[in-house]
């Protein structure tokens, strides 16, 4: 079998072989200081891999000379990657050559993959252009990864830039962390350190350029579009990608208008005139939607027009990506519950001004029905802006509370328009404001349920009777390595749990000093030796009686399965259970584990983890495995339903602990200060009835309102999920003492 060296010769033989020639004198076979390879061997080996794009012009001579500073190991890295590199781009690979030597005086072998991946993504968003630029700046790149002063990190601009959200037009948007930037249009995802620009200030400009042009997204109409809008494109995709650049132009013309700053950042981070000159397509799509009146439409109907140039297009740092599924899944849901929602609050603003107009004393009959046939219309005060209408009743204009105008604001962020469908009030078809009206009828309605529970409306200050309809469900098993892995991961914890339990458990009471017992009390029977020898009476109470405590503690572990808590927060849930089930099997106490969440008041739904009566067995740990997040938060009910299972265990002690992210909340209008009312009506109650309520939760708004619900010492705010296993401990510990 040939040599490598054999097959290089014979290679260079038939007139392949080094390409560039020199008239320096006679050559140099250079060798490594290290013992590496030599110049020609190098340059023989980087040839092999580049041949086909190499010439006169071109060679591998400059690079290979450079490489003889290096280790064996070093150099065959390289030559390793160059090979790895041509299978992107064959030129690239030869810039690499060129520019990538200096990278291996200052990454070291564990950074120099992702390093390589840093230039194979930046030539596949921007060309080779920006990915040469990438491998000259290694310097700014091993800042970047270290994280120097120039970068900043979430912590240091969230609040910022919630602020600035806070303060546009538009529904408010939440500022949460993710690895890529994009909007679901109530949240603006934004990465945990922003380090591509060269200065601090710069970065700042990058990260409030991104978040900005997220909120014109929902607030000039980007997501008024469906997926079918799609599907005359063979590669859907794709054309997203096209709308999404369109809408960045359109957007940034917008914003330029609104917030000329701004505007200033993004025409700097993405200059119009050099996209202009690329081809008359995108000289046309720009010139169409930098006009004052252009829509998400117009950059619809352009996406066919340049769908086939994207590759031409430099990549905008700020602009994020579409998330076009997350979004179609959000908006649909906001649009059913701001449907309700609205048609609701124009129940209410019904009633109220027919009581303005029909006077009991003064309106005839016909004045009465002529009220009765009025309905909602809205008009538009100004035609350049679609926000600004105005609800009229009959023949006038009517200014609705701030609720209401939120809510209708939300409404044209998704049409452009209130539709007129919204238009009339709820009636018998929407949410039912009226529980005492038997004959008025809801679109939620429901038959098929096992419970049903009151709320308290704390406007009227009585129950809605029967309000919430409730089924109980068993979490099907799955079986995992989950167990396994969190008991290894968190053994060290375990250890301290179970210590802290143990504790607890006082099996048995000592009782020194007893005139029979199971053991000598050798304090009693020193102190009657030194009597005895005194020649005092001695005392014949020398035994220890063991007295058997029995603990009669029942706890009820109640957990948020609210979408809320899904990723991290469900795995911190899920691994302090079994942590707590480990230890709680040590202290003997009966307790039982219950999650819950559901949709509207007709759908809530708790579900068995694990009863009072079931022991700790697989069963119980396959469905702790399957804890998934679900839908919302209808607290009240579920504190009922569980406060009535408790109840019936007989115990001296009895705990609720709820572990929730968050509060009251749901899609049929249970927030706010009505959802926080009825879960402390319903706490109260399952105080009176001798149950010990306790919560602990991750959000950090927490204090505005768990107070007010649980009572000043009655709550825990953790500021770290990694803390939740010990918190809940520690309260248990307090409690059932």
Not at 158 to 181: C, D, F, H, M, Q
Request: glycine share 6%.
């Amino acid at each position: 079998m040939k040599s490598f060296w054999e097959k290089a010769i014979e290679k260079h033989r038939k007139g392949k072989g080094i390409k560039a020639r020199t008239n320096r004198g006679p050559k140099i076979k250079a060798s490594a200081i290290y013992g590496g390879m030599g110049e020609r061997e190098i340059q023989l080996r980087l040839e092999l891999h580049l041949e086909p794009i190499l010439s006169n012009q071109k060679s591998v001579l400059e690079p290979a000379r450079d490489l003889c500073m290096f280790s064996m190991q070093d150099q065959e890295r390289f030559i390793e990657t160059v090979g790895e590199i041509c299978n992107t781009n064959m030129e690239l690979a030869y810039e690499f050559c060129h520019n990538g030597v200096e990278s291996l005086k200052n990454l070291d072998e564990s950074q120099w993959q992702q390093w390589i991946n840093t230039i194979v993504k930046k030539y596949n968003d921007g060309g080779i252009e920006n990915s040469v630029k990438q491998m000259k700046d290694i310097l700014f790149y091993l800042d970047e990864l270290a994280g120097t002063s120039t970068s900043i990190d979430f912590e240091d601009f969230s609040k910022t830039i919630e602020s600035l959200l806070t303060g546009l037009n538009g529904r408010p948007l939440k500022v949460e962390t993710a690895e890529n930037i994009y909007t679901d249009t109530e949240t603006v995802y934004l990465p945990e350190r922003i380090s591509s620009q060269k200065t601090k200030e710069d970065n700042f400009s990058l990260i409030k350029a991104s978040a900005i042009h997220l909120w014109a997204q929902t607030y000039f109409g980007t997501w008024r579009i469906k997926k079918k809008d799609f599907a005359k494109f063979d590669d859907m995709e794709r054309a997203v990608k096209a709308y999404h650049f369109l809408e960045t132009i359109r957007l940034d013309e917008r914003i330029a208008t609104e917030l000329p700053g701004i505007g200033r950042i993004l025409n700097k981070l993405n200059p119009k005139d050099k996209i202009k000159s690329l081809s008359k397509n995108f000289k046309n799509a720009i010139e169409i939607l930098e006009k004052d009146k252009s829509t998400n439409l117009d950059s619809l109907d352009l996406v066919e027009s340049i769908i086939h140039d994207l590759e031409k297009i430099p990549k905008s740092p700020y602009a994020g990506e579409l998330n076009l599924e997350s979004v179609l899944s959000i908006t649909n849901e906001r649009i059913d519950q701001d449907k309700v929602s609205f048609e609701k609050a124009l129940e209410d603003l019904h009633d109220q001004w027919r009581k303005v107009e029909e006077s009991p004393d003064e309106a005839s009959e016909n004045d009465s029905q002529e009220s009765n046939e009025k309905t909602f219309s809205v008009s538009k005060e100004n035609e350049d802006n679609e926000y600004d209408v105005v609800l009229e009743y009959g023949d006038t204009s009517i200014s609705p509370p701030e609720n209401v105008k939120q809510i209708m604001e939300s409404i044209i962020q998704d049409f452009g328009e209130i539709p007129e469908e919204y238009l009339e009030p709820a009636g018998d078809g929407g949410y039912n404001a009226d529980p005492d009206n038997e004959e008025t009828g809801n679109d939620y309605d429901s038959s098929d349920y096992e419970f049903a529970y009151d709320e308290w409306d704390h406007a009227r200050q009585k129950y809605r009777k029967d309000w919430c309809k409730l089924n109980e469900k068993t979490i099907l098993e799955t079986s995992n390595n989950f167990i396994t892995e969190t008991l290894k991961k968190h053994r060290g914890l375990l250890k301290n749990l179970n210590r802290t339990f143990e504790a607890l458990r006082q099996d048995d009471k000592r009782s020194k000093k007893q005139n029979y017992g199971d053991d000598i009390d050798l304090d009693a029977f020193v102190d009657a030796y030194i009597d005895l020898k005194k020649g005092k009476e001695v005392d014949e109470k020398l035994f220890i009686k063991l007295n058997k405590v029995e603990r009669n503690v029942a706890v009820m572990f109640m957990i948020d399965m609210s979408g809320s808590t899904s990723g991290n927060v469900n795995i911190v849930e899920k691994e302090s259970l079994i942590l707590l089930c480990e230890s709680l099997e040590i202290l003997g106490d009966t307790y039982a584990i219950y999650g819950f969440s559901g949709k509207t008041r007709n759908n809530c739904e708790v579900y068995k983890i694990k009863d009072f009566e079931e022991k700790y067995d697989n069963s119980v740990k396959n469905r702790i495995c399957n804890i998934e997040a679900m839908d919302y938060t209808r607290m009240g009910a579920s504190i009922r339903h569980l406060t009535m299972l408790l109840s019936k265990v007989e115990a001296k002690t009895k705990l609720l602990i709820t572990l929730s992210d968050g509060k009251p909340d749901d899609v049929d209008g249970y927030r706010g200060q009505y959802g926080i009312e009825d879960t402390k009506k319903a706490l109260i109650e399952a105080r009176f009835l001798g149950i010990h309520t306790y919560c602990i939760t991750i959000d950090e708004e927490a204090m505005d309102y768990l107070p007010y619900m649980y009572g000043k010492n009655n709550f825990a705010v953790i500021n770290e999920v990694g803390k939740l296993p010990l918190k809940v401990s520690d309260i248990y510990r307090k409690i059932t003492l």
